[in-house]
Structure formats: structure tokens, C-alpha cells
């Protein structure tokens, strides 16, 4: 999974999956190449949109993203965090809307493994008002 994330990114090329090379698996391989076209290779940054239009200001975003808790202990047991909030939070609720702070904290950034799949902000929105893209 850290390589398909890593394709999306542009970080690495489909010629960079040697098992992907077999005969095999060449229908895949054409797939893929067809379907990254000419944006195979190009770095790509993350993007986390907030839909101001969906948004509803709940704030399930801000206390289920898993960097939170750790610079802001309060939203281990579901409380908002504090204010003024920590350099390191990622989502904050302002005006009755969710706020995206500093994106530089995010694990999909930061983190290794799965961490980097991290999509918690937008699965837990029950209002799909995050969406989370390479561009």
C-alpha cells in the first residue's frame, strides 16, 4: 500500500513495481500507465479541502484526528481542545465551521507504514465535508 500511495504522490513510477513488469500482470501495468497518463512521476502535495457549504461545525474532525491528542489531551475523551490551540493541531472549529490549521502535522505527511494512509478526518465527517487529494 506505501507504494500505490507513494504513485499517487508522484514519488515513484509504475516501472519502479518490478512485479508489476511480469507478463502477468502486464493488463495491470497497462491499466495503470493509462490511467496515470502523463501525470506518472510528477510530485504531487497533499490537499485537505473543508467544504464550507457541507461543514456543520460538529467537530468530530477535530477530536478524531489522531495527531490531536497528543499535543491536546482533553480530546482523548472527546472534549474540544484547547484555545488558543496548539501549534501541532491539525482542525479547529471556528465560527461554527471546521477551520484546517497547519496541514504540515498531518500523519499522511509524517507518519510511516499506515500512518500515511491515514484518512480518519474524512471518513469520520458524517457530513463528507472533508476531502483529502494529491494535486
Request: with cysteine; net charge neutral; proline share 7%.
Amino acid at each position: 500500500m506505501a507504494f500505490a500511495l507513494d504513485l499517487l504522490k508522484g514519488k515513484v513510477k509504475v516501472d519502479d513495481c518490478t512485479p508489476l513488469l511480469e507478463t502477468k500482470y502486464k493488463t495491470k501495468y497497462e491499466k495503470l500507465k493509462e490511467l496515470l497518463g502523463s501525470e506518472e512521476g510528477k510530485e504531487k502535495e497533499l490537499k485537505i479541502d473543508v467544504d464550507n457549504e457541507l461543514c456543520d461545525g460538529c467537530g468530530i474532525c477535530v477530536t478524531s484526528c489522531p495527531v490531536n491528542p497528543r499535543y491536546c489531551p482533553p480530546s482523548l475523551s472527546g472534549k474540544a481542545p484547547d484555545y488558543p490551540p496548539d501549534p501541532h493541531q491539525l482542525f479547529q472549529v471556528k465560527n461554527g465551521k471546521c477551520e484546517l490549521l497547519n496541514l504540515k502535522y498531518c500523519r499522511r505527511l509524517e507518519g510511516e507504514g499506515q500512518a500515511r494512509e491515514c484518512r480518519v478526518c474524512e471518513s469520520y465527517c458524517p457530513r463528507d465535508a472533508i476531502k483529502i487529494d494529491y494535486i
